[in-house]
C-alpha cells in the first residue's frame, strides 16, 4: 500500500507542469490552486524523514509566498522553483554537516564507506546542488518569460530527461571509480 501511495505522489508530481498547462486552458487559476495543494499534502504524509518534511513546509510556505506576491497564473508556475531550491537547500545544507546527504544515502547500502568514497559523496552532493541552482534558475526564468507552452516543456519533460541523464552519468561515474 506504501508503495502505491508513493508511486502516485510522484505520478502527481511528474504530471504537475501537464495538469498546470491544461488547467489554465480550462479554467482560472486560483481553481487550480487546490492541485498544489493536494500533491504537497501528499508529499508530506509520503515522507518519513523529517529533513524532507522541512522541505516540504518550505514549499508551501514559498509558493504561497510567490502566489500572493504574484498573480496566481505565474504563482502556479512557481511549483518547480520552489522544489528546485528546497532540493538544493537539502542537499547543500549537508555539505556543512559531518555526512553529506549523498554520504547518508550512500551508507543504506554500505555503512562502512572509505575515505575515497566519502570525499566522492560529497561531490556528487556538491554537483547535485549545482544542478538544482542551474535547473531551478531555468525553471524561474520559464515561468517569468516563456509561453506556458514552453514553461510545460521545459518543466514537465526537459528538466526531468536532464535529471535523469546526470543521474545516469554520475552512476557510470560511480562505477569507474568503485574499479579504480
Known sequence: MKKNFTLLVILLSISYPFMVYWG???????WILPLVLIIL????FSKKQE?????????????????????????????????????FILFASSLFTNESLVEKLARIKEPDLSQSAIR???????????????????????ALFATDEIWMLY?????????????????????RVRKA
Not at 522541505?55 to 500572493?68: D, H, Y
Not at 566522492?120 to 520559464?142: D, E, H, M, P, Q
Request: aromatic share 16%; charged share 15%.
Open 120 to 142: 566522492y559523496t560529497r561531490k556528487v552532493t556538491l554537483a547535485w546542488s549545482v544542478f538544482f541552482i542551474i535547473n531551478g534558475t531555468i525553471a524561474c526564468l520559464t
Open 51 to 87: 529533513s524532507e518534511r522541512k522541505l516540504v513546509i518550505f514549499s508551501v510556505l514559498s509558493l504561497f509566498a510567490i502566489i500572493i506576491f504574484t498573480d496566481q497564473q505565474t504563482g502556479l508556475k512557481f511549483y518547480p522553483v520552489v522544489m528546485n531550491a528546497g532540493f
Open 41 to 44: 499534502s501528499l508529499r508530506w
Open 155 to 175: 518543466n514537465g519533460l526537459i528538466a526531468y530527461v536532464l535529471m535523469g541523464m546526470f543521474a545516469t552519468g554520475e552512476w557510470l561515474i560511480r562505477l
Open 24 to 30: 489554465l486552458q480550462q479554467v482560472e487559476a486560483k
